[in-house]
């Protein structure tokens, strides 16, 4: 009975946590929740950006005198190190609560188990592991970051029917209904810190990869823009140098030189980072990921071309994927997928998350795995 | 407000004509109900099966006395000549009905506005044209087979995420998930006269193409099994003609000789047509569906492989598609589509009618329309 009523809770922690998603970093998501003997909830609370109180803390402030002997559950093991903030074990600890369950602990190994083991001999009651998968996965960028030392890899393609990202004049503007573009914006850029694309994708579509509002305008906070242009053939008058909101990051390979071009694109503010080349296939991604963290980015988003969608299949670099599947057959050379060819029972697999049906596209997304 | 309630009553006469869907062929869908003059359902009727009784004398029948004055629903324009049942435009006269409202007029040229004008001569009012979009839609199978003498056609394929529909040794065996499967027997595959593959997938695949129901136990009516084969290279030992339950139908090119094995499989029972070439592409689509239509096939399903779906798409012969589309990327030359190149502008465009989940893939189907 109380077993249930842990899951219970705990669920409504993890939603709370939800609130404030793709807006933490680089901090995780977390919530939490304060309930009495009886059962009942006293109070909520969920962090909403780096800097701002953790989900514990606003709970237990919330509650005042009456968080004496609750129950706290929290959706991951609370910090017991000074941050921007201080130790929510202290704070846990000072509040006399009588009982702590945390769905997961710390992923950062330096916490790992840390705020438990506090926790306990203070005397408090600890029950780990309520929710465990669904606290893991909420936290799936901030975990692969601090575990891999790289970004969170999503993929983002418009395909037809028949698997191609362009007809045969290499055109491709086919997301053109409003509700998938704002499903994009919305849901997909706005979630992640970077979004990448190959210099074949700026030659044939010259996108400005900015994010606007529903009502078409330019957001605040733009993610970096990056491109993979190992011989530095991006146009200077290509319409991402020239939109000023967002900063642009370009991997080039090391053995070119254009000593002109690269002076003139750092006067403009754009950052050129050199990166090994991996064998015929550009440059090698994981250099350009591990690049990326160092940079910051937790969660990078992958829009194309061809060749840079296959190479982070073929490598199994992808994370997530997001397949917009058009209403039409078109044919030809444009295929999404052009990398080395897969067996049926060893091959980058979706593990579907959500479908949805768009004006002429279906999306269906998920987690990449290579099994 | 009066046309209000008609749009109401002809959805109900719609929705009872598709209780027998797939199963009315040679016959039309038809749905129809009386209804009296306090707007109250007297009684309903759709017709089952050929040879069985029609919707307006079913609905005519059950209500007896009260037919007398009433408004008759129906989904099709009353027949008024004789088949295999009197013409029901006889049983409305005689019944007295007072009104008749009808969808869609009998798309056969020889009874076409033929019973509305024999009512309106026996001076009932008839009311034409309500409903009538969704009306022509549920018989677009019927009409098709009437106005163009060649059968409809349905494909279907599963597909990669990256459009191939085998990797690179071949293998397609991926739609393995019960769900889907049972959803192949029993909403498609038995709603069809015919199921029509290439020799590729013979060679490849050796199905039996059979029916079979949720227990997989092979159904009584089968449909009759396709094979394009132009050099007549269908293996003797095959699964399609060992299969007992289902006739089969070899189409081969006019100059192929092979005499001795066409002596063998005439023995086994299996029917060969010779077709004309269609330049290097196989054999000629347009003639192996008019060669069809000569034996009462009313509704195909092309199941593969690559060239013949390929064809269908490219000449615009397909009306409906069916495409399982999996949760895995394979790369490869497998492709679905290998056909000539279109422009978006200009291409094979699907309108949805349908998105299914099943447990490792998504389907999605509707009109194949070539703008």
Redesign the interface.
Known sequence: MIKNRDIEFMRRAISLAKRAEGKTAPNPMVGALLVDKKQRIISEGYHRKAGSKHAEVIAIEKAGIRSKGATLYVSLEPCSSYGKTPPCVDKIIDAKIGRVVIATLDPNPKNHNKGVRILRREGIAVKVGVLKEEAEYLNRVFSKHIKNSIPYVSLKAA??????IA???G????ISSPDAREFVHKKIRSEVDAIMVGIGTILKDDPSLTLRDSKGKLIKDQPLRVVLDSDLKIPLESKILKSKKGAVLIFTSIKTKKKKKRAELKRRGVKIIDIAVYSCRGLDLKRVLKALYREGVFHLLVEGGSSVLSSF?ERGLADYAY?F?S??????DY??????????NR??????KD?R?FDNS?M?S?DIVNV
């Open positions: 395909l037809s029917l028949d698997g191609r007809d045969s004049k055109t491709s503007k086919w299949l397949f599947i209403n039409m057959v078109l044919g030809g295929l999404m997928y052009n990398g080395r060819e897969f067996r049926l091959c980058p697999k979706m593990i579907r479908c049906c279906i269906v998920g």
